[in-house]
């Protein structure tokens, strides 16, 4: 039995949009957190007592203020930002900074080299990141769908999924990258500063940092969640869009190697959103995590 503990906030049923189950690309090895936690099955108290959260701001970390930026990583904020127009956000693309931007038309059809299909999701081979089809707190609760799939190079170790909300087009998109050599606090200070160069930045505020702890479990979790690292996060009030205050929205941590990122951008009152947001980084960070601790990624050749 798993022992977790929840503070803070009151959740709704965590549940996804899917596909119909399409092949499988199955990997016993590694620990799928999305399966072994049921997060897309999860009731409202089994939420309760499953997640604990905690709040974290980047205004208020030493090592990140000290830390210089590595303009390498803009290319993930113009990738996402920059796409305007219907016909930018659902064709395949080619990114002006390097890289391929391709349209998921449908889950089960999708077919590109570094990626598999695995039951519901996509899954980034080489970094083990997790893309479900569709990502919703409850079966009621607010869906993103999953959108296109992001290559920012050809060595397939700098990736991203990203997520639109059919209602209004808010965004949520996933990224793992492979630069061992990039301190994880380079990384954050090069995210903020586009962000402030990109938004009308009006003030920074805490988020959500969302944690599982594990009582009695089997080795394989065990060992995922011993000495798991600790993210940063931060989150930049924007100004109104459409008289709807908003706000940007940082989570990256550093592991084994890669850099696991979620970026979001919400109105500024929809705790819903940012939860998910918060879990989907979790979920996120595990998955990479796991798959690196079983097979790590080896530097050097590159795919």
């Given amino acids: 039995m798993y022992q977790y503990k929840f503070t803070g906030l009151a959740l709704c049923l965590l549940g996804a949009a899917c596909a119909s189950t399409p092949q499988t690309a199955q990997r016993p090895d590694v620990v799928n957190p999305y399966d072994y936690y049921a997060f897309d099955r999860l009731s409202r108290i089994e939420v309760a007592e499953k997640l604990s959260i905690k709040s974290a701001s980047l205004e208020e970390n030493t090592a990140v203020l000290s830390a210089s930026a590595d303009e390498r990583m803009q290319v993930h904020e113009r990738a996402v930002t920059g796409d305007k127009s219907d016909s930018d956000r659902l064709n395949n693309k080619v990114l002006s900074g390097g890289g391929q931007s391709y ?40 869906a993103f769908e999953l959108e296109r799939v992001i290559e920012f190079s050809e060595t397939g170790r700098d990736v991203a999924c990203h997520y639109s909300a059919p209602d209004n087009g808010d965004g ?126 080896m530097p050097g050749a590159e795919v």
């Avoid at 081979?125 to 919703?136: A, D, F, K, T």
């Fill in 103 to 142: 349209y998921v038309q449908a889950q089960n059809s999708f077919e590109q080299d570094g990626w598999a299909i695995e039951g519901d999701r996509l899954r980034h081979i080489e970094s083990g990141l997790l893309c479900p089809s569709g990502i919703s707190l409850g079966e009621e609760g607010r």
């Fill in 172 to 297: 949520i998109t996933a990224y793992a990258s492979y630069w061992p050599e990039v301190e994880l606090e380079a990384h954050a200070v090069a995210a903020a500063q586009t962000i402030i160069q990109n938004y009308p930045v009006q003030s920074q505020v805490t988020l959500p940092v969302v944690e599982v702890s594990a009582g009695d479990v089997d080795p394989a979790i065990a060992e995922i969640l011993e000495g798991i690292e600790e993210p940063l996060a931060g989150g930049f009030e924007i100004g109104a869009i459409n008289g709807t205050a908003y706000r940007t929205s940082l989570w990256i941590v550093k592991t084994h190697g890669w850099h696991v990122k979620l970026r979001a951008t919400y109105g500024s009152d929809d705790q819903e959103s940012e939860l998910l947001s918060a879990i989907h980084f979790m979920t996120s960070h595990l998955a990479v995590r796991a798959k690196n601790i079983a097979e790590p990624t």
